[in-house]
């Protein structure tokens, strides 16, 4: 079946570390789109990428960064730029056809 | 830019009892809107999508949506929820033509007891 994979579903890092959270998807989408969730905050949108090779900042890239080298992959890396990096992250493609997204099941990462 | 406020962060109500999640939006432009719905550490899931034409729209798990352009509105309805229906809800919109990006609503908490 075709979807979104992110992994890891949790992650535990160290204030001051960057971490790389990965987003794979087998459904041919060529958008991509990396959203932040906090409790009461709703999806706030970190990144996007309507191609490979190419990707926009959204509303809260501050401290965040990331790259677009095949279709497939939209890896985030959270860097000690970050001055709240605890938070649910959800990763999301596009179908050009349906208006949908299809989101991943998360990675909730935690910063101690 | 467009703006989605959803009137109601948490809504209880008892199984069997019919539900409304209320969605103002706020835009310059014609916009697709959207519910999805969202179960404790997973990620969200369509529940109906208004694009154009009729301006009820049905979804999965016997939820509707009716589109009201004059009061900016799309609130989600069901007739008669379950223990299941238990989940946030998000209401979000895109605009037409434009860069194609869903901008969310901050949710509504449904909270169905029995």
């Known amino acids: 079946d075709g979807g979104i994979t992110q992994s890891p579903k949790y992650l535990f890092r160290k204030e001051g570390q960057n971490v790389t959270l990965s987003c794979e998807q087998n459904?041919?989408?060529?958008?991509m789109y990396w959203y932040r969730q906090d409790p009461g905050q709703g999806l706030r949108l970190i990144y996007y990428?309507?191609?490979?090779?190419?990707?926009q900042k959204g509303d809260i890239a501050e401290g965040y960064s990331v790259s677009r080298e095949k279709k497939e992959s939209f890896p985030l890396t959270v860097t000690s730029a970050q001055k709240n990096p605890t938070a649910f992250y959800l990763c999301?493609?596009?179908?050009?056809?349906?208006?949908?997204?299809?989101f991943g099941s998360g990675t909730r990462l935690t910063v101690v | 830019a467009q703006s989605v406020t959803q009137l109601d962060s948490q809504v209880p109500v008892f199984e069997e009892a019919p539900v409304e999640l209320r969605c103002n939006y706020s835009?310059?432009?014609?916009?697709?809107l959207f519910w999805y719905v969202q179960y404790p550490n997973q990620g969200l899931q369509l529940l109906l999508k208004?694009?154009?034409?009729?301006?009820l729209v049905k979804g999965i798990n016997g939820f509707e949506a009716e589109f009201n352009k004059s009061q900016t509105s799309f609130h989600l309805r069901k007739p008669s929820v379950h223990i299941s229906d238990t989940a946030e809800y998000f209401c979000?919109?895109?605009?037409?033509?434009?860069?194609?990006?869903?901008?969310f609503g901050k949710g509504t908490k449904l909270t169905v007891n029995p």
């Open positions: 999301a493609s596009r179908d050009p056809y349906r208006f949908g997204y299809t």
């Open positions: 459904l041919n989408h060529d958008a």
């Open positions: 990428s309507q191609i490979v090779n190419d990707f």
């Open positions: 835009s310059s432009v014609s916009v697709y």
């Open positions: 208004y694009l154009s034409g009729s301006t």
């Open positions: 979000a919109v895109m605009d037409q033509g434009g860069s194609e990006k869903l901008v």
